[in-house]
Nanobody
Framework: QVQLVESGRGLVQAGGSLRLSCAAS????????MGWYRQAPGKERELVAA???????YYADSEKGRFLISRDNAKNTLYLQIFSLKPEDTAMYYC?????????????WGQGTQVTVSS
């Protein structure tokens, strides 16, 4: 089993930036890819960024340039930096981990952290 715990600033102003963190514990050696999903009210959950053990990175086309995903293997922590925040970024953000690659189904999920962007 793998446990994921997200943290990060919840309420931010448009135009600002924030960094979300995801601390992983448990059988981390079995994990290949980790990613960040978000779900806005009334919308489906979407993958916004992911990284695999080889360092390959995926970003949703709509967020390229504003999102930066990174992984600190020594700290077992995944990060997501979001720049030039928009009210449309308001959503619940989830950290996820997969035994497979980032485009496969994810096996473990964090509880989520709410991000609210005020205009």
């Amino acid at each position: 089993q793998v446990q994921l715990v997200e943290s990060g600033r919840g309420l931010v102003q448009a135009g600002g930036s924030l960094r979300l963190s995801c601390a992983a514990s448990g059988l981390i050696g079995s994990i290949n890819a980790m990613g960040w999903y978000r779900q806005a009210p009334g919308k489906e959950r979407e993958l916004v960024a992911a990284i695999n053990s080889g360092g390959n990175i995926y970003y949703a086309d709509s967020e390229k340039g504003r999102f930066l995903i990174s992984r600190d293997n020594a700290k077992n922590t995944l990060y997501l930096q979001i720049f030039s925040l928009k009210p449309e970024d308001t959503a619940m953000y989830y950290c996820a981990a997969a035994h497979g690659d980032y485009y496969t189904e994810y096996d473990y999920w964090g509880q989520g952290t709410q991000v609210t962007v005020s205009s």
